[in-house]
Each structure stands twice: as structure tokens, then as C-alpha cells.
């Protein structure tokens, strides 16, 4: 990381007091509208830079389309594209990343944008029960590799409202250790 401890941590604040905003105000954020007036802002887990780390991007030779599961019992497809590997707290960890699959004939190799959802120790107990969700850049970190943001996980908008169906992450995608940073659970 380039910038100091100090300027992370007050970026990461930054871009969570931007979002609070935008759910405080915005007809189009997952809010009930109801619930706005009294919205103080969500709730994260302190910014923490040891959660920001770089991993290894190993790609699969023919990303597969797979079917992955949504709150509402329906199906979202996705290329399975590759699994990261890194280590989180002294502990190896590996999870896939996927890509989205659109209706246009899209090309996985052409999309930079990797998709990361993810269940911790704390799914359920301090983070929202279905899991987390993290973007990635593809080669963020160089070739092969990419940085991984664990300060940016947030939960799907369905964490808020019945309104919305999210992805399940599968559970290949279930790290055992906690992943203390990112957003809090909303309730």
C-alpha cells in the first residue's frame, strides 16, 4: 500500500460516510423509505489495513457457467471464473470469484470486474447472516493478482429489504476465520 495508515483508514471513512449519505437520501438506495428518517448510517467494523491484502488470482482454464442461489429461491448465473488464495490472520485462505453472466453474449475474459461473495465466522452473529459481498479488480495487484478489500465488504440489499433477491455465496465461498471489517450487520 502506497499511502500511509492514516490516509487509508480516513479514505475507507470517507467512502462509508459517502454511502451513508446516498442511503440516508437517495429513492433508489435499499432503505425502506420508512426506516430513512430515523437512518444514523450502517454500521462497519473499524477500518483495519491488516483486512486489505493481496492475493493470488488463479484462473480456471474454461470458466464454467454455474447456477448460483438467491434469497428468494431463484438463480443468478455466473461464470466461476478462478479462485484467489491468500492468507487472512496467520490462516491460508482460498475463495472463487465469479463473473457475471449478461444476456448480451458477454465475454468473461473481456470483463475486469471480478465478483466475490463470501460467508465469515461472523455471518450470522455480527455481519449479515447470508454473507458479504466484495468487487475485485482483475490484476489489481499486477499479473496474476489482485487486492482484495475485506474493509469493503458490504452486505447484498436484501440485508434491508425483502424487496430485493441476492446472490447466496456458494459454500466453497466460507472462510472459518472472522473477517472483522466491512460492514456490520443493519439491525
Known sequence: MDMSRDEYIRQINQFRQQKDQFFATSAEAPIPAHERPQFQGLRYFEPDPAYRVEAELARFPTPEIVQLGTTTGRVSQHYRYGE?????????????????????????????????????????LESYGAGRYLELEEESAGPGKVVIDFNLAYSPWCAYSD????????????LTVAVRAGERSYH
Request: hydrophobic share 30%; charged share 20%; with cysteine.
Open 163 to 174: 424487496l430485493y433477491s441476492c446472490v447466496l455465496p456458494p459454500g466453497e465461498n466460507r
Open 84 to 124: 484467489v488464495r491468500f492468507t487472512l490472520g496467520g490462516q491460508p485462505c482460498r475463495l472463487t470469484v465469479y463473473k457475471s453472466v449478461h444476456a448480451h453474449g458477454h465475454d468473461a475474459h473481456v470483463d475486469r470486474e471480478l465478483f466475490l461473495p463470501f460467508r465469515d465466522a461472523t455471518s450470522g
